[in-house]
Each structure stands twice: as structure tokens, then as C-alpha cells.
């Protein structure tokens, strides 16, 4: 994906199966290759590392720390990474993302705790998407990722989370065309919902 256009869109569609070459490369130990992999990924996982921390816990400096930190464990990986297609890779890069981030916050609630003397705890604000649909929401939505497929779940992510139209997720996920992405993603989305509804809260 060309990621390295900060502040634009997703990537052009001719710079997606460049992925897996790259990873390929990685694994064989080039340093090039890491360098490009970074440059493609770090604006798209800091917009959606933006999302996903609280408006405190949303600095700059902050984010691109989460960013770096996500793509140094990634890479360390990459020998062990399988990457069948472009749409596992940035998956296992969210993972990678949302587990640095809930780090962070468990790390600044602890400081938030000490520093508190006779203040009654507040709750941490709510990030973007907990705004959006409900913190309690937001932990069925991560349940439900979690009781899909693996193609499912890299379909919404990549549609979802990370606003890719459906010709790149085609081509991320070796779609024959736009509209088989289409499908798949409305199926994704239909067993998502499934999931939700039979696990009201």
C-alpha cells in the first residue's frame, strides 16, 4: 500500500501487491525493504491510532511513539510472518497497534492514579470510536472481529477501520474484482452483525 503520502488516501492500486514483495525481501535480511515497509504503513496507523486513544492520550509525539513501537515488533516478526496477502499483514499490524495502545492507556491510568491525592478517580475519556458506539459497544465489536474468519475479519478492518475502497481490498485480499470484494466484505459485515445481535448487552 502507499502509505508514504501522509495526510492522503489509501494507496494507488498499483502500489498494493507490493506488500508481500517487500516482506519477502525483509526476511531475506534487506534494509531497504524494512525502510519501505515503515514508510508505507506508519501514516495509516497513526490515523487509526488517532482513533483509537483518548483525546489526552493523543499527542503527536505520543502516537508516533505507538507507531514506531508497533512497527519495531512487527519487523522483528517478519522472518516468522507468513504474509499469504497484503490485507494479513496490515491486520497483524492493528494487532500489533491495539495492543501497544492498550498498554498505554493502562500505563497513563497508573500515572493518573499516583498523581491523585483525595480527587474521587475519574474515567479515562472516551477515544473516537467508544464516542461513536459506546465503550461497551466497542469491546462486543472486538469480541465479534474475533469470532470471524481470518478473510472476514481482515474484510472489515480494511473497509472499516481503515477506509479502503473496494478495488484495493480486492487486490489486498486477491479478489478477483471490486464487486467479489464487495460481497465478501457484506458477508463479513452480515456475520459481524449476527454476532452483535446475539450477544446483546
Same mark, same amino acid.
Not at 531475506?28 to 492520550?57: K, M, N, S, V, Y
Given at each position: 500500500?502507499?502509505?508514504?503520502?501522509? %495526510?492522503?488516501?489509501?494507496? &494507488?492500486?498499483? /502500489?498494493?501487491?507490493?506488500? #508481500?514483495? $517487500? =516482506?519477502?525481501?525483509? *526476511?531475506?535480511?534487506?534494509?531497504?525493504?524494512?525502510?519501505?515497509?515503515?514508510?508505507?504503513?506508519?501514516?495509516?496507523?497513526?490515523?487509526?491510532?488517532?482513533?483509537?486513544?483518548?483525546? %489526552?492520550?493523543?499527542?503527536? &509525539?505520543?502516537? /508516533?511513539?505507538?507507531?514506531? #513501537?508497533? $512497527? =519495531?515488533?512487527?519487523? *522483528?516478526?517478519?522472518?516468522?510472518?507468513?504474509?499469504?496477502?497484503?490485507?494479513?499483514?496490515?491486520?497483524?499490524?492493528?494487532?500489533?497497534?491495539?495492543?501497544?495502545?492498550?498498554?498505554?492507556?493502562?500505563?497513563?491510568?497508573?500515572?493518573?492514579?499516583?498523581?491523585?491525592?483525595?480527587?474521587?478517580?475519574?474515567?479515562?475519556?472516551?477515544?473516537?470510536?467508544?464516542?461513536?458506539?459506546?465503550?461497551?459497544?466497542?469491546?462486543?465489536?472486538?469480541?465479534?472481529?474475533?469470532?470471524?474468519?481470518?478473510?472476514?475479519?481482515?474484510?472489515?478492518?480494511?473497509?472499516?477501520?481503515?477506509?479502503?475502497?473496494?478495488?484495493?481490498?480486492?487486490?489486498?485480499?486477491?479478489?478477483?474484482?471490486?464487486?467479489?470484494?464487495?460481497?465478501?466484505?457484506?458477508?463479513?459485515?452480515?456475520?459481524?452483525?449476527?454476532?452483535?445481535?446475539?450477544?446483546?448487552?
Amino acid at each position: 500500500m502507499g502509505l508514504d503520502r501522509a %495526510g492522503q488516501g489509501p494507496p &494507488a492500486s498499483a /502500489d498494493l501487491g507490493a506488500t #508481500v514483495r $517487500l =516482506l519477502a525481501r525483509a *526476511r531475506d535480511g534487506d534494509d531497504r525493504a524494512r525502510e519501505q515497509l515503515c514508510a508505507r504503513f506508519i501514516p495509516i496507523l497513526t490515523r487509526w491510532a488517532h482513533r483509537r486513544l483518548p483525546p %489526552g492520550g493523543r499527542g503527536l &509525539a505520543e502516537t /508516533d511513539d505507538l507507531v514506531q #513501537v508497533t $512497527l =519495531l515488533r512487527a519487523l *522483528r516478526h517478519v522472518p516468522t510472518f507468513e504474509a499469504r496477502r497484503e490485507g494479513a499483514f496490515l491486520a497483524y499490524l492493528r494487532t500489533i497497534l491495539m495492543n501497544s495502545v492498550r498498554e498505554e492507556l493502562r500505563r497513563s491510568r497508573s500515572l493518573a492514579r499516583r498523581h491523585e491525592r483525595a480527587e474521587v478517580p475519574r474515567e479515562p475519556a472516551p477515544s473516537e470510536l467508544e464516542r461513536l458506539i459506546g465503550r461497551e459497544r466497542l469491546e462486543a465489536y472486538e469480541r465479534g472481529l474475533m469470532s470471524l474468519n481470518e478473510e472476514q475479519r481482515e474484510a472489515v478492518l480494511l473497509r472499516i477501520e481503515f477506509g479502503l475502497s473496494h478495488q484495493e481490498i480486492a487486490e489486498a485480499l486477491s479478489k478477483p474484482s471490486p464487486n467479489a470484494a464487495r460481497m465478501t466484505v457484506a458477508r463479513a459485515l452480515q456475520a459481524l452483525a449476527e454476532h452483535l445481535d446475539g450477544h446483546e448487552l
